[in-house]
């Protein structure tokens, strides 16, 4: 079971302070780490899982929220064998491009009732189809405000300008900043306290007793800075992962605790800083995200040419994780990974071959990996759009339109996994199935 780990509840800022706590037992509602898998009621647990960061949005009451819209995605999903959710907890008002609007945070200490219940409508509709949530804190990325908002209010200097440059190296550098800052830091805590110490004003329930939060999660893709990160950046940001994620148990003893890291994508591509970021007995299990055309592995304008280097390097990515998690003796969770639609198009016609063929050579692999016992605890696939569509002729997101599963910051099409893309679903049934079906 998940070691016994040190917390201490009464401190905001100071982790761990000697306090021993038990962890939830074997054949617990709530999911807990057997070694190297998910347990859950006492039997193995697998993610079969999707990317669904506006799953709040959609349960606001009134706003943005479309209540009508998420039972049905709920029970699409559900349909498909998916059984987890990584859902988006909280944002940042922002001034900043590309982000989402409206935030459940609109300045420091004034976070949105109806946003946040909407949180709660989610929570009690996955619970009545017995699915689990994976819910993260921040984001490194701008799209929901996320660490760069925290530094405009506590430094008043945007970490990017997105209107003058698309500069990303400075973004993560100054990004990163965000760890260092105590204002930041101590308005951060107290938006994690509000989260997990919140009750569900839908079922009444503590959020700390819900069988169906998985995990908490720091944040979207925490980076230590940008790929030169220093070795002070990189201790900066092992000692954050350390003291929030023992902060975050100390507040709640019965759910898991993640980063949300990419892996070596985003670990300034050192092993040894993801080791040391994931070691902590803090942090219950190890995520990570493959990204072939971010990463410039593919060229989706040459499908055929560059194939061969994407799945080869893809597979690589895949298996050196694998190897990483046995040396630390933690599941491995892969969160995100995805790709485009033929054409390249982000047009809801456009086929999705090339995508299928992707997501087949990821899932053979996982499947694979664990059936032979292997750190592995499941997958989730970047991202459902659903029934969403894409309101614009140039695909970006306005205030107004739907959502879908790529966010503000990306074009509405790029990687969403709509309802009608029979061929990818039936894909992910397939390789569902194989993953539910394993024994432990
Ligand atoms: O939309 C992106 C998201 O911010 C993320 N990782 C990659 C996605 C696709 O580019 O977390």
């Given at each position: 079971?998940?070691?016994?780990y040190r917390?201490?509840a009464a401190?905001?800022?100071?982790?761990?302070?000697?306090i021993?706590a038990?962890a939830?037992a074997?054949?617990?509602?709530?999911?807990?780490v057997?070694?190297?898998?998910?347990?859950?009621?006492g039997?193995?647990?697998?993610?079969?899982?999707?990317n669904?960061w506006?799953g709040g949005?959609l349960?606001?009451a009134?706003?943005?929220?479309?209540?009508?819209?998420?039972?049905?995605?709920?029970d699409?999903?559900?349909?498909?064998g998916?059984?987890?959710?990584?859902v988006?907890?909280?944002s940042?008002?922002?001034?900043m491009k590309s982000?989402?609007r409206?935030?459940?945070?609109?300045?420091?200490?004034q976070?949105d009732?109806?946003l946040?219940?909407?949180?709660d409508?989610?929570?009690a509709?996955?619970?009545k189809?017995d699915?689990?949530?994976v819910?993260y804190?921040n984001n490194?990325?701008?799209?929901s405000?996320?660490?760069?908002?925290y530094l405009n209010?506590f430094e008043?200097?945007?970490?990017?300008?997105?209107?003058?440059?698309r500069?990303?190296d400075t973004?993560?550098?100054k990004?990163?900043?965000f760890y260092r800052?105590a204002?930041?830091?101590a308005?951060y805590r107290k938006?994690?306290?509000s989260i997990?110490k919140?009750v569900?004003t839908?079922t009444?329930?503590?959020?700390?007793?819900?069988?169906?939060?998985?995990?908490w999660?720091l944040?979207?893709?925490?980076?230590?800075?940008n790929?030169?990160?220093t070795?002070?950046?990189?201790a900066?940001y092992v000692k954050?992962?350390?003291?929030?994620a023992?902060?975050i148990h100390?507040?709640?003893r019965?759910?898991?605790?993640?980063?949300?890291?990419e892996?070596l994508a985003?670990?300034a591509?050192?092993?040894?800083?993801y080791?040391?970021?994931?070691r902590t007995?803090h942090i219950d299990?190890?995520?990570?995200?493959?990204?072939p055309k971010?990463w410039?592995w593919?060229d989706?304008?040459?499908?055929?040419?560059?194939w061969d280097?994407?799945?080869?390097k893809?597979?690589d990515?895949l298996?050196?994780?694998?190897?990483?998690?046995?040396?630390?003796g933690?599941?491995?969770?892969l969160?995100?990974?995805?790709?485009?639609?033929?054409?390249?198009s982000f047009s809801v016609k456009?086929t999705?071959h090339?995508?299928d063929?992707?997501?087949?050579e990821v899932?053979?692999?996982v499947?694979?990996?664990a059936?032979k016992?292997d750190p592995i605890?499941?997958?989730?696939?970047w991202?459902?759009g659903?029934a969403g569509?894409?309101a614009?002729?140039?695909?970006?997101?306005k205030?107004?339109n739907?959502?879908?599963?790529?966010?503000?910051?990306?074009?509405?099409g790029l990687?969403?996994v709509?309802?009608?893309?029979v061929?990818s679903?039936?894909l992910i049934?397939?390789?569902?199935?194989?993953l539910?079906?394993?024994?432990?």
């Open positions: 079971m998940r070691p016994l917390f201490c401190a905001l800022m100071a982790a761990s302070c000697g021993v038990a939830p074997a054949g617990s509602d709530f999911v807990t057997n070694q190297t898998h998910f347990a859950h009621k039997q193995a647990y697998y993610i079969v899982g999707a669904f506006y949005y349960g606001a009134s706003g943005v929220g479309d209540r009508a819209r998420l039972l049905k995605e709920l699409n999903m559900k349909a498909i998916i059984n987890n959710l990584r988006l907890a909280v940042e008002k922002t001034d982000a989402v409206p935030a459940t945070t609109n300045a420091p200490g976070y009732e109806t946040l219940a909407g949180l409508f989610l929570m509709e996955v619970a189809r699915m689990t949530v819910l804190l490194f990325w701008q799209w405000g996320g660490m760069t908002q209010w008043g200097t945007p970490a990017l300008d997105p209107n003058v440059t500069d990303y973004y993560m550098r990004t990163a900043g800052n204002a930041a830091q308005e938006v994690i306290a997990v919140r569900n839908i009444g329930k503590p959020y700390t007793e819900d069988t169906h939060i998985l995990s999660q944040a979207n893709e925490p980076r230590p800075g790929g030169k990160a070795p002070e950046e990189k900066v954050w992962i350390d003291e929030t023992g902060y100390g507040l709640d019965n759910h898991l605790v993640s980063s949300g890291s892996g985003g670990s591509q050192d092993a040894q800083l080791l040391d970021a994931h007995q299990y190890l995520t990570y995200h493959l990204w971010n410039n593919f989706s304008h040459n499908p055929d040419g560059s280097n994407a799945i080869g893809s597979r990515y298996n050196t994780h694998i190897e990483l998690a046995k040396k630390l933690k599941p491995i969770v969160e995100e990974f995805g790709l485009d639609r033929d054409g390249p456009a999705t090339i995508r063929r992707f997501y087949r899932f053979e692999i499947t694979t990996r059936k016992g605890a499941g997958f989730n696939f991202a459902w659903g569509r894409a614009n002729a140039d695909y970006w997101w205030p107004g739907d959502f879908v599963g790529d966010p503000p910051q990306e074009e509405q990687y969403s709509f309802d009608s893309d061929t679903l039936i049934k397939e390789y569902g199935d194989k539910h079906a394993i024994k432990r």
